[in-house]
């Protein structure tokens, strides 16, 4: 039975979260203007980033901020790896048919103002084999990576920022982690700006497609 005080949470809960919380407001934003985003802008987000909880609070994220020259470089190595995936030796040759895709996520990429590359600190290129150990460990690190990216994309939202969340990244691994200089894993990029589109909500799998309750409280509780 619902309470009282659950209730009245409840009853603005469209007015007060689903219009206005960047959980439902956010979008994925692939248009963007020519508007450079002050760089304390991008420290809020890497400060929400690095709020994300982690396993064993091993915080295994690293960022690398790139503007101006140095993301011209990685686009340019990004372009090298395409093209070496679509006619020399790929990296992905299974997942070819999302090379166009990669093509436009490029075409993105150059025109934001801004590309923050995530970086997974103990991880290894995802080439090499790993041993069942380090894939659990890979696993959690790379949960907790998803969950500061999120914070950092809800609180461009907040900062009225666009975002989006690349790893078509992966197809060019060598050409950019040649260009990074990283140790660890490469795990992708958010591209930021001010957006010059304001897409629909993407569509949404149902909840029951997706959940289900399986909860059985005995007797004696
Ligand atoms: C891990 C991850 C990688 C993604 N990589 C790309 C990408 O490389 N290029 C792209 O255009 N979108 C990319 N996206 C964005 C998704 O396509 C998008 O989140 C999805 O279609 C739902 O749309 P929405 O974000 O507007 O709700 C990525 C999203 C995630 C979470």
Do not use: H
Not at 9 to 37: K, Q, Y
Not at 174 to 199: D, I, M, N, S, W
């Amino acid at each position: 039975m619902i309470n009282s005080s659950s209730e009245s949470i409840l009853s603005n809960w469209g007015e007060l979260v689903e219009e206005n919380d960047p959980i439902f407001t956010r979008r994925s934003i692939r248009r963007f203007s020519g508007r450079e985003v002050p760089a304390e802008l991008i420290g809020k987000m890497l400060e929400a980033a690095i709020q994300a909880p982690s396993a064993k609070n091993r915080q295994p994220w690293r960022f690398i901020v790139l503007g101006g020259e140095y993301k011209a470089e990685f686009e340019r190595n990004m372009e090298r790896g395409l093209m070496r995936e679509e006619n020399g030796e790929p990296l992905l040759p299974r997942s070819r048919e999302w090379l166009p895709d990669a093509w436009n996520t490029l075409r993105i990429i150059r025109e934001a103002p801004t590309l923050i590359a995530v970086v997974n600190a103990n991880g290894k290129p995802p080439f090499v084999p790993i041993d069942s150990d380090d894939r659990v460990t890979e696993l959690c690190d790379t949960l907790a990576i998803g969950a500061a990216v999120q914070n950092m994309l809800l609180t461009a939202e907040r900062l009225g920022l666009g975002t989006l969340w690349i790893a078509n990244t992966c197809f060019a691994y060598t050409e950019l982690t040649e260009l990074l200089q990283t140790e660890g894993q490469f795990v992708g990029a958010v591209a930021v700006g001010y957006a010059a589109e304001a897409p629909a909500a993407r569509p949404r799998k149902e909840l029951d497609e997706v959940a289900e309750y399986r909860i059985r409280r005995s007797a004696m509780s």
